[in-house]
T-cell receptor
């Protein structure tokens, strides 16, 4: 069965640089969620989209933005990267707010 | 979302049933109980969810008490591959997306021993 695809799987950036993470949901899933998991922490919700509109927002820094495109894929844009942004970033998709299926994650390292 | 309380860790022998408890004493009438697990650094994996009736699927069974203040996830025949952090999450049903996010607590670390 098709799963959620995230790219890249690993990303290394310098402080103050920008990064773009991509998420391709399971076909026919119209809702996308982004979560951040710092080292030794539990996943924390960042933001979600339903039918290309933002549906909920969590503790996402103002330096981060995201959107969902017409083909339902989503991108998380991160600017002015800080050391504390080093984390695993998970994308999950669901058919309209039901159970969420997670991708393998993108490991971001900020040096 | 209502808060959940889980033990920090537990272990069980391979081939035996693993019973993972969860307390959610402040759960509201429209809130479901969800279980996810995370194997080291992989994406969380959906296991099962329920409202008030017991549920079973190919992975596990979910037993919810009649007052809905607690539940138990049962892995009937644990294997080494079931070693993971298991999260019990309470989440309201939503038609608008608001509050459809998952709020992860600390979870319980299950260690399956040979």
């Amino acid at each position: 069965a098709a799963g959620v695809i995230q790219s890249p799987r690993h990303l290394i950036k310098e402080k103050r640089e920008t990064a773009t993470l991509k998420c391709y949901p399971i076909p026919r899933h119209d809702t996308v969620y982004w979560y951040q998991q710092g080292p030794g922490q539990d996943p924390q919700f960042l933001i979600s989209f339903y039918e290309k509109m933002q549906s909920d927002k969590g503790s996402i820094p103002d330096r981060f933005s995201a959107q969902q495109f017409s083909d339902y894929h989503s991108e998380l844009n991160m600017s002015s990267l800080e050391l504390g942004d080093s984390a695993l970033y998970f994308c999950a998709s669901s058919p309209k707010f039901s159970e969420q299926f997670f991708g393998p994650g993108t490991r971001l390292t900020v040096l | 979302d209502a808060k959940t309380t889980q033990p920090t860790s537990m272990d069980c022998a391979e081939g035996r049933a693993a019973n993972l408890p969860c307390n959610h004493s402040t759960i509201s009438g429209n809130e479901y109980v969800y279980w996810y697990r995370q194997i080291h650094s992989q994406g969380p994996q959906y296991i099962i969810h329920g409202l008030k009736n017991n549920e079973t699927n190919e992975m596990a069974s979910l037993i919810i008490t009649e007052d809905r203040k607690s539940s138990t996830l049962i892995l009937p025949h644990a294997t080494l591959r079931d070693t993971a952090v298991y999260y019990c999450i309470v989440r309201a049903s939503s038609d608008t997306g608001a509050n459809s996010k998952l709020t992860f607590g600390k979870g319980i670390t299950l260690s399956v021993r040979p």
